[in-house]
Nanobody
Framework: QVQLVESGGGLVQPGGSLRLSCAAS????????MSWARQAPGKERETVAI???????NYADSVEGRFTISRDNAKSTVYLQMNSLKPEDTAVYYC?????RGQGTQVTVSS
């Protein structure tokens, strides 16, 4: 079955960086787009980045220029490089594909 396992979250100071990873299995990874979404307490879920099978990317306005999504088809892994982090980036980040999502990884941006 489809499995998505996120890692790389943690506590970081404002202005810092984190790199999230999502290891995928149970489907032919290179045939499907992948995305990252986040959900903060009391807020709606927000899709922050999408990457197509061909590597085309799209970002939410809130992260444009600071976050970069990438994929390694050989490793069936998608990444989210997050730079210049802000307190408002604090959320649980989820990897998504084929209508499935992983268990999420917590990102907390705080001094």
């Amino acid at each position: 079955q489809v499995q998505l396992v996120e890692s790389g979250g943690g506590l970081v100071q404002p202005g810092g960086s984190l790199r999230l990873s999502c290891a995928a299995s149970g489907f032919t990874f290179d045939r499907y787009p992948m995305s990252w979404a986040r959900q903060a307490p009391g807020k709606e879920r927000e899709t922050v980045a999408i990457i197509s099978t061909g590597g085309l990317t799209n970002y939410a306005d809130s992260v444009e220029g600071r976050f970069t999504i990438s994929r390694d088809n050989a490793k069936s892994t998608v990444y989210l490089q997050m730079n210049s982090l802000k307190p408002e980036d604090t959320a649980v980040y989820y990897c998504n594909a084929l209508g499935y999502r992983g268990q999420g990884t917590q990102v907390t941006v705080s001094s």
